[in-house]
């Protein structure tokens, strides 16, 4: 008696898994849900958490143990999605940004977008000119700190605020000048709406970066924002289609295909290739899923689209939440007292770690600088979150954010209209890496390659490696790299292996199906009373004579005797 209860005890506890989702302040929400729960129950236990009504806009994203970031599917088990050992560990952020931030009904929403833009902000995902920078500075200042005052804001106060991946004194200084004097009066709640209507205007507002080449080999990013599919190259925007031009999305393997009609029905296809086919079908079901949030009046117009061709299955995904029409719709019939938001005051923002006085970002060298940060954020709760929605390590293009030469070496500031950043666009290498313990500031790859789970932090700790990192740093990782080389067949390999096995016999029982099929139509042809040469000629083989004596008039009369049968018992049953 004692050994069932026992038993089925344990097999209670091995339903059950722990969950740690980091939110957007960088607190942690950890929960026990059941191995079966799907992704809506987990999503709905944080929502009611956080007293969050306007949830449409929000999602859970995750990464697998190839480094491969996903976003939860609220319809699909946890566990399946999850590929990996529990507890699990996810980061609940901003999926469909909103088109119009001040639109949005309740406070407690606009705050979280806040956050989530912040967080771009910093990680480069933003692009802005300098004095956009300075101006979307001042409100987070404004919105963290309070009004300027002298007595508790001494000299250089802003600078201990990180609020990009890198920036200069005469950027400090003007970010100051502005929160002293033009914000005075705000309050947390007007300064966080002004950065959000600012930063909606800008060309990569909304933008979540996925790595690609295009078909000359140049790398490139390419972004869902709410008013359309968008390309950056370098530090500009190349392309960009809106919502009711693009006509189709279509991946194969690691190539992705965009089919728009622009206007005077002009037809355009863009092709760009991912780092591998896992990221090109995760760019692809986003794709998808913007396209149906931003672009169709009503949820039951979504479609399930497919990836396939004549003689491949291919992927199949349906977009399963509500329109941004019916979001906003919605939140209309909201009426209830706002809930009480908690903001952190008083403080450097956990989004932007304080980096004290030490060394300058854009003095230090880049193989110093990650140990800089590491040294200087230990013990801080620091960045959770990165940029990218593929493995980390498939591309690098060089720093991203600089301040122009000018800045770097006098501290001149360049005209309004310069950008932030004159070299590529490339968020990867803006990311500082994330302390995941007080006693373990390196990331070692042997964790992930002796099968522990894999985290976000595991992730983003090797976000901020660039070529001259990798290139300076390439004597201490051989070992690693031999480790890789000789490890076993990953869990996407294998899955790989067998997609290509599967499509291999897709075909062949297609060839099959074709081949009996081309058979009967001969065998029909021949039977007839068509009279055509050819088939005067094959009816007078003997093959044909003995074929039509031997099988086919007997297994015509067995089949017209059965349809009599048939027939006549149909006939009785209805008397």
């Known amino acids: 008696m004692l050994s069932r209860l026992m038993s089925s005890s344990i097999r209670s506890l091995d339903r059950e898994c722990n969950c740690t989702v980091r939110l957007l302040d960088d607190s942690e929400y950890t ?61 609940l952020r901003v999926k469909f940004y909103p088109p119009d931030p001040a639109a949005l009904k309740e406070e407690i929403t606009r705050y979280l977008v806040f956050l989530q833009v912040k ?39 802003s600078s201990k605020f990180q609020f990009f991946p890198k920036h200069s004194e005469k950027l400090e200084r003007r970010i100051a000048e502005i929160h002293k004097t033009e914000l005075i009066g705000q309050t947390p709640e007007t300064s966080e709406l002004n950065f959000l209507q600012k930063a909606q205007m800008l060309e990569t507002y909304g933008v979540d970066p996925h790595p690609c080449k295009d078909v000359s080999g140049n790398p490139a990013f390419l972004a869902f924002t709410p008013f359309g599919f ?20 279509k991946f194969e393997a690691k190539t992705f295909h965009i089919y728009a009609n622009q206007k005077e029905d002009k037809k355009i296809i863009l092709t760009y290739f991912a780092p591998t086919p896992e990221a090109c079908k995760h760019l692809w079901k986003c794709g998808v899923e913007n396209q149906a949030f931003y672009k169709l009046e009503k949820s039951s117009q979504v479609r399930t689209v497919s990836s396939s061709n004549l003689f491949f299955k291919g992927s199949r995904f349906r977009y399963s939440g509500k329109v941004a029409k019916e979001v906003m719709e919605q939140s209309a019939k909201i009426k209830r007292d706002p809930p009480e938001i908690h903001r952190a005051g008083m403080v450097p923002s956990r989004s932007c770690p304080s980096i004290t006085h030490g060394p300058r970002l854009t003095s230090v060298p880049r193989t110093r600088r990650r140990a800089v940060h590491i040294s200087i954020m230990e013990g801080l709760e620091s960045l959770r979150d990165s940029a990218h929605s593929t493995p980390v390590r498939s591309v690098s293009h060089g720093d991203s954010f600089m301040p122009s030469r000018s800045q770097t070496v006098d501290g001149s500031e360049a005209s309004t209209s310069a950008v932030i950043s004159d070299e590529n666009y ?17 990331m070692p790859l042997a964790r992930h390659l002796n099968g522990a789970p894999c985290s976000i932090d595991e992730d983003e700790s090797e976000a901020g490696t660039s070529k001259e990192g990798q290139a300076t740093e390439f004597g201490h990782s051989r070992r690693e790299q031999r480790m890789v080389k000789s490890r076993p067949a990953t869990s996407s390999e294998v899955e790989e292996l067998n997609k290509f096995i599967l499509s291999v016999l897709r075909l062949f029982l ?47 009369r067995w089949f017209a005797c059965k349809l009599r049968w048939m027939g006549g018992f149909l006939v009785s049953e209805a008397k």
């Not at 697998?64 to 609220?74: G, I």
């Not at 968008?230 to 999305?249: D, I, P």
């Not at 968020?427 to 390196?442: C, Y």
């Not at 001969?522 to 003997?542: G, H, N, Q, V, W």
């Open 31 to 91: 929960c026990t849900i059941q191995r079966d729960a799907k992704g809506q129950y987990l999503f709905d236990l944080i929502c009611h958490h956080l007293n969050l009504l306007e949830k449409d806009y929000f999602g859970i994203r995750y990464v697998d143990p190839d480094k491969q970031r996903h976003w939860l599917e609220f319809t699909k088990s946890i566990a399946k999605q999850m590929k990996s050992q529990p507890p699990f560990t996810m980061c």
């Open 426 to 442: 490339s968020p990867s290498d803006s990311v500082l890496p994330t302390p995941v313990a007080e006693h373990g500031m390196e």
């Open 119 to 157: 967080r771009d902000l910093y990680h480069g995902r933003l692009l802005c000119k300098t004095s956009d920078a300075a101006l979307l500075a001042a409100y987070i200042l404004q919105a963290e700190i309070g009004d300027y005052d002298p007595g508790k804001h001494p000299e250089g106060y």
């Open 510 to 556: 297609v060839t099959i199906g074709l081949l009996f099929a081309l058979l009967l139509l001969l065998i029909m042809l021949t039977e007839s009373d068509l009279d055509i040469a050819f088939l005067r000629d094959i009816r007078k083989t003997p093959e044909f004579q003995q074929f039509h004596f031997e099988y086919f008039c007997p297994l015509r």
């Open 230 to 249: 968008t390309v950056l190259q370098g530090n500009r925007r190349v392309h960009f289609l809106k919502w009711e031009e693009v006509t189709k999305l």
